[in-house]
């Protein structure tokens, strides 16, 4: 297999660097590589506390995912910025939200990162916060204890009116939303998830915020995405009340970071 070398400077890609400006950009790869060329390639971009990081980790699954996860930050940011992937350095904001340094280059560009099994996603925009949050529809949670501890009325009332496959599709939907929008704010688990209320009608997403979030609701666009038959991802952007941002899906592979347009079925979106 034919590896492209991590001390290559990654230049960035003109198409991809100019069109962000007015969208929003979520990346996507699949996280079950298991070639160890490929592992490697991906292991030589991180920084020395990552791979010590990667290290720590017992199972495997999770050590995978953390791995591809810091590939895909790394290589794609350095498709909207003269920086080579391993060259990047973070801070962490209020709760670890990870961020572009302060003292680096390209301080506009603003990212957030979920995985699960099967399935990394990286969202990108300029100056806006955004979160992203992706789930794995079948993985083994108690959907009734967790919504009765985290959301709101409405959105239990409308797990109640579901059952089965459709009780577990509704249950991510919000979960997703929830967590894209927390993590877009760097909040954690700081606030209740039920503050943040949810409504899914037809194509068209909704929030309502409790006045303990100190936010408005019409300041944030959302997009509810199958990108595969087994997975929900959920993108927030608080890109303020003026104008709607085209969202844009690639899928890249690792480990030398060649991308394709995703085609990523809408469920809803809102502002």
């Known amino acids: 297999m034919n590896i492209p070398s991590p001390n290559l400077v990654q230049m960035a890609h003109d198409a991809d660097r100019d069109s962000l400006d007015g969208q929003i950009h979520v990346w996507i790869a699949g996280e079950s590589e298991s070639d160890p060329e490929v592992l490697d390639a991906c292991l030589a971009v991180l920084s020395a506390d990552e791979r010590r990081r990667h290290r720590r980790f017992l199972v ?33 904001v209020a709760h670890g939200r990870p961020e572009v340094a302060s003292d680096h280059r390209a301080t506009r560009l603003r990212f957030n990162l979920s995985h699960t099994t099967g399935l990394v996603a990286c969202v990108v925009c300029l100056d806006f916060d955004c979160g992203v949050d992706v789930e794995l529809l079948e ?67 909704s929030v309502r915020l409790e006045p303990e ?52 079925v809408s469920i809803a979106a809102g502002d």
């Open 60 to 92: 495997e699954g999770a050590r995978r995912q953390y791995l591809v996860g810091r590939w895909l930050v790394r290589t794609v940011l350095s498709r909207y910025a003269e920086v080579a992937p391993r060259d990047w350095v973070f801070s962490s």
């Open 213 to 264: 979030l100190e936010d408005r609701a019409a300041d944030w666009q959302f997009a509810l995405f199958r990108p595969t038959e087994e997975h929900l991802l959920s993108v927030a952007v608080r890109r303020g009340p003026e104008r709607r941002l085209p969202l844009v899906a690639r899928r890249i592979r690792p480990p030398g970071g060649e991308a394709d347009p995703a085609e990523l």
């Open 139 to 205: 993985r083994d949670v108690s959907i009734r204890k967790l919504a009765e501890r985290y959301f709101s009325a409405e959105e239990a009332a409308a797990l109640e009116k579901t059952a089965g496959a459709d009780l577990r599709r509704r249950f991510f939907t919000f979960w997703t939303l929830k967590e894209a929008y927390l993590k877009a704010r760097g909040l954690g688990i700081s606030v209740p998830l039920r503050h943040a209320s949810f409504q899914v009608e037809g194509h068209r997403v």
